[in-house]
């Protein structure tokens, strides 16, 4: 078994810049992937899994918004969501998650566990901060869709409405920013089986190496 620590900075774009930090292997092999994706359409999508009361999954397709660092120097995933979703509910009851971001140019796969944090309105500091620049890099057609009368239920009228006309006076309060704080990551090439995984100390911030193929 080999081991091997590294620290867990990364940049709060979606190709994350290069630091000085002494970077994970996975963020690494990451950046490499987001760059050879870079431009396709849908690389962004990922897929996320909650569970519900009942102990019940529940996975769903979200954007990755990019990276952010954390006041305490520590790793979040950005994505964003309506408050008034289920898997707000879900993640009320269970901030425990399961990300999987497959990208199809380099047949890669990434399997991230973690705990998800949500930011509203209410926010304080860089968190507040944060959400707030995400929302003003929204298109006006993204940020129309928090303005919809509830989410998931079907409006006819939808497809006339000028998204335009938009007025944005700063994010409502039903636009939530999502940050998926990892625990551990297992990478899979399924060109030649190629595996690594990674757990994150939280005691130290840092991450380990547990396998790598």
């Known amino acids: 078994m080999m081991m091997r620590l590294c620290h867990s900075r990364m940049a709060s774009s979606l190709a994350p810049r290069q630091s000085g930090s002494n970077h994970c292997q996975w963020f690494e092999k990451i950046k490499v992937?987001?760059?050879e994706s870079h431009g396709i359409r849908g690389g962004n999508y990922v897929q996320l899994a909650t569970v519900d009361s009942d102990g019940l999954p529940h996975c769903r397709t979200v954007v990755f918004r990019g990276f952010f660092d954390m006041p305490s120097g520590d790793l979040a995933m950005k994505m964003i969501t309506d408050s008034r979703s289920d898997k707000v509910h879900q993640i009320q009851h269970s901030p425990f998650c399961e990300m999987v971001w497959w990208f199809s140019q380099t047949s890669e796969q990434y399997r991230i566990a973690g705990h998800l944090e949500v930011v509203p309105s209410d926010a304080d500091g860089a968190l507040l901060l944060a959400r707030t620049e995400q929302w003003n890099?929204?298109?006006d057609a993204a940020k129309a869709q928090f303005y919809w009368p509830h989410p998931g239920v079907y409006d006819p009228h939808v497809a006339s409405r000028d998204t335009?006309?938009?007025e944005d006076g700063g994010?409502?309060?039903s636009f939530l920013l999502v940050l998926l704080h990892p625990t551990m990551v297992k990478y899979l090439r399924l060109t030649d089986n190629a595996t690594l995984n990674e757990v994150y100390l939280p005691s130290t911030r840092t991450w380990e190496?547990?396998?790598y193929m």
Do not use: D, Q, Y
């Open 164 to 166: 335009n006309a938009v």
């Open 171 to 173: 994010p409502p309060t």
């Open 209 to 211: 190496r547990l396998s």
């Open 33 to 35: 992937s987001i760059e």
């Open 137 to 139: 890099a929204l298109s």
